[in-house]
């Protein structure tokens, strides 16, 4: 079992920056691939950056690619997202994930935290 917490979100103006954290419980968080989800307003909840157990591979949306960065800290179980340049439409609540499987799909992560809001204002 794994629990997983985020932390970080808030109320920023287009162009600012925030970092997501996500605290996970458990000796195992490095045998985990690591994600975050975003779910915006009236939409499915859809994938933001995936990283591998090691943090050796990363993969980002096309949406979020060259402002959002995920990484993680095994000596620490936390995964984070760091998002510059945020823009509007990147409101959402976030949401980190793990799983066995290094994966842009849903369906391939197990455990989940409570989500964390992002607001972006124009």
């Known amino acids: 079992q794994v629990q997983l917490v985020e932390s970080g979100g808030g109320s920023v103006q287009a162009g600012g920056s925030l970092r997501l954290s996500c605290a996970a419980s458990?000796?195992?968080?490095?045998?985990?691939?690591m994600a975050w989800f975003r779910q915006a307003p009236g939409k499915e909840r859809a994938f933001v950056a995936t990283i591998s157990r090691s943090g050796g591979l990363t993969t980002h949306a096309d949406s979020v690619k060259g402002r959002f960065t995920i990484s993680r800290d095994n000596a620490k179980n936390t995964v984070y997202l760091q998002m510059n340049s945020l823009k509007p439409e990147d409101t959402a609540v976030y949401y980190c994930a793990a799983g066995a499987v290094w994966s842009m799909k849903q369906n391939d992560y197990n455990y989940w935290g409570q989500g964390t809001q992002v607001t972006v204002s124009s």
């Open positions: 458990g000796r195992t968080f490095s045998s985990y691939a």
